[in-house]
């Protein structure tokens, strides 16, 4: 073999080298980039997957809490709201309701004074509900039932009957702005009340009602007023309850 036969042998061999690594650079690099991405993503999903027991214990936790600030709510609806509270879930149905509701609550602050052992010296007027049944507050029924007098043969009998409106039972009675006037056995105290109710299912309001066609201002017409039955109040007109010498002022 000649010099020039042995030079083009070993620039052959050369070149052969050269694409061999080129092949390999082109073909090899990429599928290790690609094991080493595969890798990482394998690395975080078993990250992922070991924190699935601990988000299972958070749902777990969250449930629990969920279902004990139900069972707080049935208590607080069974001992502190009126048996006649009204449910949303039918609007219409709530919206008739509503007289019944509004009674109980009348009947329970006229009632309730004698029972602390003191004398009424107020008589209590409610709302009818609003024309359309869709206005009905669907978290909270508000009822300022305005200032009111009481009488008390003592300053202790007077406090105690105040402190006892927090036990009145089925309903939420709010008391403020206690003042006194006279002189034992003849106190009168005077003090503002309110009267909140939670309508039941107000998260779950049912459906609108739609208006009745030809109802004056898109109203509905007042329970009462359905089967020739004798009308009920006028929309939104206080409803007055018993009266009687408890009503009459001191």
């Known amino acids: 073999m000649n010099l020039s036969m042995f030079a083009k042998v070993a620039i052959g061999l050369v070149l052969t080298i050269d694409v061999a690594a080129a092949i390999f650079l082109l073909g090899i690099r990429p599928t290790l980039q690609n094991i080493a991405y595969h890798e990482e993503n394998i690395r975080q999903l078993e990250q992922k997957v070991a924190m699935i027991p601990r988000a299972q214990q958070l749902v777990a936790r969250a449930e629990q809490k969920v279902k004990e600030a139900e069972q707080r709510l049935?208590?607080?609806?069974?001992?502190?709201?009126?048996?006649?509270?009204?449910?949303?879930?039918?609007?219409?149905?709530?919206?008739?309701?509503?007289?019944?509701?509004?009674?109980?609550?009348?009947?329970?602050?006229?009632?309730?004074?004698?029972?602390?052992?003191?004398?009424?010296?107020?008589?209590?007027?409610?709302?009818?509900?609003?024309?359309?049944?869709?206005?009905?507050?669907?978290?909270?029924?508000?009822?300022?039932?305005?200032?009111?007098?009481?009488?008390?043969?003592?300053?202790?009998?007077?406090?105690?009957?105040?402190?006892?409106?927090?036990?009145?039972?089925?309903?939420?009675?709010?008391?403020?702005?206690?003042?006194?006037?006279?002189?034992?056995?003849?106190?009168?105290?005077?003090y503002t009340m309110t009267v909140i109710v939670f309508p039941r299912n107000g998260d779950k309001a049912g459906p609108p009602v739609p208006s009745t066609p030809g109802a004056g201002g898109g109203g509905m017409g007042m329970p009462g007023g359905f089967g020739g039955g004798p009308p009920g109040p006028m929309p939104g007109a206080p409803m007055g309850f018993g009266g009687g010498p408890g009503a009459s002022g001191p």
């Open 74 to 190: 049935a208590v607080i609806d069974r001992t502190k709201m009126p048996k006649n509270t009204i449910d949303l879930s039918d609007r219409m149905k709530a919206w008739m309701g509503w007289q019944d509701m509004v009674r109980e609550i009348g009947k329970k602050l006229e009632a309730w004074p004698e029972k602390t052992g003191v004398q009424r010296l107020y008589g209590v007027a409610l709302p009818g509900p609003p024309n359309d049944p869709n206005a009905i507050n669907n978290i909270a029924l508000v009822f300022p039932i305005g200032t009111v007098q009481v009488r008390a043969s003592s300053f202790e009998g007077l406090l105690n009957h105040v402190r006892k409106w927090n036990e009145v039972p089925n309903l939420v009675v709010l008391v403020d702005g206690l003042s006194i006037q006279g002189m034992s056995p003849n106190l009168i105290g005077t």
